[in-house]
């Protein structure tokens, strides 16, 4: 069965840089969720989609930006990076706002 | 927002009943209780979801007591494969969005 993928697996940035996540939900889902998860930490929320809009908002940070487009897939942008954005990324869909979230494997992000 | 409360880490025999308390006082009448498991980074993986009724499936058993203030995960025969960080998750519904808030979890770890 297809599931949820993430791109890139890993990425290695420098201080102040920029970053983009992708991540393509399985196939007819409409919901996408996003969260972050440091090192040794609980994955924390980060933002929502529902049918291409912001359906949620959660610890977002405001150097952080994502979208949901009309294939909804969904990008997440991380601008002036800090040491402190390295972690897992994580991105979730589901079929409608109501059902189970299936979740990627993630993207690991370190900031150098 | 409802939290949950869970043991910081458990240990069970292999081939035993693994048993994961939960204590979300405070939930409300429509929010449902959704257990996910972690092995080591991966993507958390969903094992079980219930609002009232205590629920099966091929992987656990879900006990939600009668005031619905905490629940049990019940892996009936532990592996070691089991071995994992367990999340206890109250799906926050406000006006049509549904938030997944992430606690801290139990780390079961599962011995042979």
């Known amino acids: 069965a297809a599931g949820v993928i993430q791109s890139p697996r890993h990425l290695i940035k420098e201080k102040r840089e920029t970053a983009t996540l992708k991540c393509y939900p399985i196939?007819?889902?409409?919901?996408v969720y996003w969260y972050q998860q440091g090192p040794g930490q609980d994955p924390q929320f980060l933002i929502s989609f529902y049918e291409k809009m912001q359906s949620d908002k959660g610890s977002i940070p405001d150097r952080f930006s994502a979208q949901q487009f009309s294939d909804y897939h969904s990008e997440l942008n991380m601008s002036s990076l800090e040491l402190g954005d390295s972690a897992l990324y994580f991105c979730a869909s589901s079929l409608t706002r109501a059902n189970v979230l299936t979740f990627g494997a993630g993207s690991r992000l370190t900031v150098l | 927002d409802a939290k949950t409360t869970q043991p910081p880490s458990m240990d069970c025999a292999e081939g035993r009943a693994a048993n994961l308390p939960c204590n979300h006082s405070?939930?409300?009448?429509?929010?449902?209780v959704y257990w996910y498991r972690q092995i080591h980074s991966q993507g958390p993986q969903y094992i079980i979801h219930g609002l009232k009724n205590n629920e099966t499936n091929e992987m656990a058993s879900l006990i939600i007591t009668e005031d619905r203030k905490s629940s049990t995960l019940i892996l009936p025969h532990a592996t070691l494969r089991d071995t994992a960080v367990y999340y206890c998750i109250v799906r926050v519904d406000t006006s049509g969005t549904y938030k997944y808030i992430f606690g801290t979890g139990t780390r079961l770890k599962v011995l042979a």
């Open positions: 405070t939930i409300s009448g429509n929010e449902y």
């Open positions: 196939p007819r889902h409409d919901t």
